[in-house]
């Protein structure tokens, strides 16, 4: 099935439902929670069934013919692949007459290998992401299971999720505790970004948050703007993110100290690739996924083959056992403590 969450000024508005309640938010609670959304739109196609909330099997499933693994966002009835695809990154690179081509092509491709989940932002390509991305649903004519799945959503009395994205702990909590307050509809799952050098929210912060309040995780970047491609190793090529004028913070990341000491750390983790026979990129998604409180990674792309290999790591998620996830934590020495550990 098809639904379509977003994160917009509606989730801000209180509901006059069955029990007659009404919105009592100051206006400066509301301006202030209204500046810190970011859109964030997915669609999701599952080939299971919608599961009640109430009723939330928290196994992972295995789409029969792709192979595509599905897990429930949080403790909601949505389940969507545990692979997205993030961003349309490519439309920076491909702002030309076959930009529609090639945004066809990856969510082709995408959606073809399980994958049921598109994440989307005005801020993408100044807003033709967005456009894009409708435009190519409308012409595959996917419009079907959307008309079933939000005919399920109405019948059961529900109209949307939302998330929020880079939001700390504290204001989740925020956020879910005026949603309680003012029967208003919380947030189920928070976008953060997470990869080998990057993982104490998502791996100390969000699993508190998951047990308390049942928000899920949904991750981005999971390759560090290309830096763990192995692309920067001797350098920084012409034609990646770091050689453009906009991404000179990135080019200053991977040139200093700490980012030459990323370097021989990555070529370390290649070897560990090259056992398991797969690349470094599908080692470090497949590496994401291990961690059983992801419910998707967003996966960033700018060509097909990038994304067919990419899509490659749920064939390496079998062999990320115990022994293999200790040897890169050996090799990254940044394994985060939470305050529990630090008791036992």
Sequence with gaps: ??????????????????????????????????????????????FGSFTPRH?????????????????????SGLRVSCLGLGDLLFLYFYMCVHVFQVAEQLMTIAYES???????????????????????????????EIVRAMTY??????????????WTAMEIMEAYSVARQFNLIPPVCEQAEYHLFQREKVEVQLPELYHK??????????????????????GIPESSRAAMKSYQWLKDKI???????????????????????????????????????????????????????NLGAIQVLPKMTSHVVSDIDHILGNRPYSKKDYRS
Excluded at 2 to 20: E, F, M, P, W, Y
Excluded at 55 to 75: D, F, Q
Excluded at 115 to 142: C, H, M, P, Q, R
Excluded at 283 to 306: F, I, K, M, P, Y
Aim: hydrophobic share 35%; glycine share 12%.
């Design 1 to 46: 099935m098809q639904v379509s969450i977003a994160c917009t000024d509606h989730n801000l508005k209180g509901r006059n439902g069955d029990h007659g309640k009404t919105n009592t938010t100051s206006p400066n609670v509301v301006n202030a929670a209204r500046a810190k959304f970011r859109t964030v739109a997915i669609i999701a196609r599952s």
């Design 153 to 166: 959503v109405i019948n059961q009395g529900m109209s949307m999720y939302w998330g929020t994205s880079r």
């Design 255 to 309: 040139v200093s100290e700490d980012g030459r000491k990323q370097q021989a750390k990555l070529k370390e983790l290649g070897h560990i690739a090259e056992k398991l026979g797969c690349t470094l990129p599908q080692l470090a998604v497949a590496w994401c996924l291990r961690n059983e409180g992801v419910s998707s990674v967003l996966l960033g792309t700018s060509n097909a083959e990038q994304l067919t290999e």
């Design 114 to 144: 399980g994958v049921n989940l598109f994440d989307t932002a005005e801020v993408y390509a100044s807003g033709k992401a967005e456009v894009i991305l409708g435009n190519i649903i409308k012409k595959k004519g996917w419009r079907y």
């Design 55 to 75: 009723h939330i099997s928290l196994k992972e499933s295995t789409g029969k013919l792709t192979g595509m693994k599905y897990r429930n966002l949080g403790k």
């Design 213 to 234: 309040i049942g928000v899920g995780a949904m991750t981005w970047s999971p390759l560090a703007c290309g830096i763990i491609t192995g692309k920067y190793e001797n």
